[in-house]
């Protein structure tokens, strides 16, 4: 067991929470800096927690001076692509810029291990159904896919400078951790599948319906994809086999391991209509049957990362089932911390901004 502090940027929000539950778990000290722009402050509970933005150097230096953390793990970004493309000049400030001054004051600090939460949304639109491995040609459609995607080449520049980093690609995550940790997803608007699958058919209070905008329960879009049921496939991940996957990147990094890019994935995905049988079972709704609408523009047919070469370098391979991921997000999405989290969003931003 170690008792290195690590820094986490955006430890507040979703995936950076429960990798700050899952460094604390392994002996880690998480130190989490987070704006709270998006994260929430009831998730950093799991080491020290230092409000700041990840673009102010002056914060940076004063939390690396004050903790002398021996690496970072970098979350903090904005993740929604719909808004991307509405407003882009937002995602590459926050995205690409913040994160290279961040990069470039954590290499001043003489932090020079850097895992980075980055996006399989560099890959842009792939029409090859086979696994996409880290050597597919990345051309992001959207502002969002771009800016990670710049943020990568400048932490590959940065090992110039001495900086090693691995940077993590991934797809759709679900779930949530124990219900003893106290954290799940609480996006506010809330964009993935298998919230919007399961958050009306919990009991969810019509409010909360209404502001993630699904007073009319779920839809499929598109079952006339061509794939074994026509609707389309998706990798998902559960978040702490994600958690696992930063660690075990961590410890690459740290036992000497060289700047690389790791694609993580199932390597199998699972179409809508599977994420929702499986819905049906963990639920016990066996008549559950969302309708379907027209596909949306620019959705392929079928996206799955392969995690051939995270699993060869960093002996990482996914444990969790589908069914524990629906499980796990079932039991978080009922309970009052998620409720209580939508209510107060709900309060401090008003309608207008879901």
């Known amino acids: 067991m170690s008792s290195l502090p690590i820094l986490v940027s955006g430890g507040a929000g979703y995936i950076g929470s429960h990798a700050a539950f899952a460094l604390k778990q392994e002996g880690y000290e998480p130190v989490v800096i987070d704006n709270l722009s998006t994260g929430n402050a009831w998730a950093a509970s799991f080491g020290a927690f230092e409000e700041g933005d990840i673009g102010d150097a002056d914060f940076v230096r004063d939390v690396c001076d004050r903790y002398k953390p021996a690496a970072a793990m970098h979350f903090a970004a904005f993740i929604e692509v719909g808004e991307s493309v509405q407003n882009p000049a937002k995602y590459f400030d926050n995205n690409r810029d913040k ?3 961040f990069f470039k004051t954590l290499n001043g600090c003489g932090v020079r291990k850097i895992v980075f939460s980055s996006t399989a949304a560099v890959y842009g639109e792939v029409k090859n159904p086979a696994p996409i491995s880290e050597l597919q040609l990345t051309r992001p459609i959207n502002p969002y896919g771009q800016s990670k995607l710049e943020a990568e080449a400048y932490l590959r520049m940065m090992d110039a400078a001495g900086t090693r980093s691995a940077s993590l ?4 995550v679900a779930g949530a951790a124990s219900a003893q940790a106290q954290i799940g997803e609480a996006h506010m608007p809330e964009s993935h599948l298998i919230p919007r699958l399961i958050l009306p058919l919990i009991q969810t209070p ?3 319906l209404a502001a993630l905008g699904l007073a009319n329960g779920f839809t499929i879009y598109g079952n006339d994809y061509p794939t074994p049921d026509g609707t389309a496939i998706r990798d998902y991940i559960h ?8 660690i075990r990147a961590l410890d690459y990094l740290l036992k000497g391991g060289e700047t690389s890019v790791f694609n993580l994935g199932s390597g ?8 929702v049988e499986a819905a049906r079972r963990v639920l016990n709704k066996p008549t559950f049957a969302p309708p379907a609408a027209p596909r949306r523009d620019g959705d392929p047919a079928i996206l799955i990362a392969s995690s051939e070469k995270a699993a060869k370098i960093l002996g990482w391979k996914p444990t969790h089932s589908l069914t524990d991921i629906i499980r796990d997000a079932v039991n978080w999405h009922c309970s009052p911390r998620y409720r209580d989290a939508i209510q107060a969003k709900l309060g401090k931003t008003g309608r207008r901004a879901v």
């Open 99 to 101: 994160a290279a001054r």
């Open 239 to 246: 978040v702490m086999d994600l958690a696992a996957a930063h």
């Open 169 to 172: 690609r991934y797809f759709n």
């Open 268 to 275: 199998k995905g699972f179409s809508v209509a599977e994420i």
């Open 206 to 208: 019509p409010d909360i």
